[in-house]
């Protein structure tokens, strides 16, 4: 059974960043694709930014420019770097990790005042 615990979450301005961190834990077997995925109030969860074993990034149109992701593979940890925050950023984050299946946390709230 994987864990994975978020951090990182807050209120910030229009404008600010935050940077959110997921450590994953409890994996028998290596961790291949890790990722944040994002769900706004009424809304259905969306995929945010991901990150392959080997480094390989794919991020939605959009936060591109704006987003990083990163990965430590010995830390069994992904951060996502988010800059130039704008309101529509405002919802839940979580982090997915991809094992033999897919496991998710429990989310950390970002929210982006105008």
């Known amino acids: 059974q994987v864990q994975l615990v978020e951090s990182g979450g807050g209120l910030v301005q229009a404008g600010g960043s935050l940077r959110l961190s997921c450590v994953a834990s409890?994996?028998?077997?290596?961790?291949?694709?890790m990722g944040w995925y994002r769900q706004a109030p009424g809304k259905q969860r969306e995929f945010v930014a991901s990150i392959t074993s080997r480094g390989n990034t794919n991020y939605a149109d959009s936060v591109k420019g704006r987003f990083t992701i990163s990965r430590d593979k010995v830390q069994n940890t992904v951060t996502l770097q988010m800059n130039s925050l704008k309101p529509e950023d405002t919802a839940v984050y979580y982090c997915k990790a991809d094992v033999l299946r897919s496991y998710w946390g429990q989310g950390t709230q970002v929210t982006v005042s105008s």
């Open positions: 409890g994996s028998r077997f290596s961790i291949n694709a």
